[in-house]
């Protein structure tokens, strides 16, 4: 039992170092897309790669605040017809951290061994698969939206221990809106 607790106190050290090393990390933007257009837009086969990705949707300028913003967008990711589909839930915790209408709002966050794969089923995947995805082609009601995907790349041996890890610091970061967690 000793040497696990050794471990666990050099894990905790570890851990720390990657929290200040977090709080730097800038995710590149790697395309802005209406659904409709992502599979030309989005350079596919340039982020094949493991690491986190990020989606964000552009702000219309058509709301005066954050909170009639996020009530508009509630309105339409909640629709009835989206709803119990295998798709992430607005958390109401991280909307309460957004105080201002920025131009571009976190939506959500992820990790990935794959990241093409994994934004291909976010946007693709059909509202009856029970994959757990955003399913955004799906969802008619934003088609007209503009969204931002940008990724880091992070290509380690022991990503199951590090990437989940640097994905819950960007979260408590970010405050996307929309997530499991």
């Known amino acids: 039992m000793q040497e696990i607790e050794s471990i666990d106190i050099e ?19 790697i395309a802005q897309f209406k659904i409709d257009e992502a599979s030309n837009k989005i350079p596919w086969k340039e982020i094949t790669h493991p690491g986190i990705y ?13 909170e009639e913003w996020v009530e ?18 607005l958390k109401k915790m991280r909307i309460r951290a957004h ?29 009856h698969k029970t994959t757990f995805a ?11 939206e503009l969204f931002r995907l940008k990724t880091i790349k992070i290509s380690v041996e022991n990503y199951d221990a590090i ?8 979260r408590n970061q970010l405050n996307p809106l929309i997530g499991k967690q």
């Open 54 to 66: 990020l989606l964000e949707i552009k702000n219309n300028r058509q709301f005066e605040s954050f």
């Open 11 to 29: 894990l905790k050290k570890q851990f720390e170092k990657l929290s200040v090393i977090t709080k730097s990390i800038e995710l590149t933007e």
């Open 72 to 89: 508009n967008f509630r309105a339409e990711w909640e629709n009835e017809k989206y709803l119990r589909k295998f798709t992430p839930n």
């Open 134 to 144: 955003l399913k955004l082609m799906a969802r008619e009601n934003l088609k007209n």
């Open 163 to 170: 990437i989940p890890r640097i994905e819950w610091q960007l």
């Open 99 to 127: 105080s201002e209408l920025a131009e571009w709002i976190p939506l959500y966050i992820g990790k990935s061994k794959n990241i093409s794969g994994r934004i291909h089923g976010h946007i693709y995947k059909e509202l």
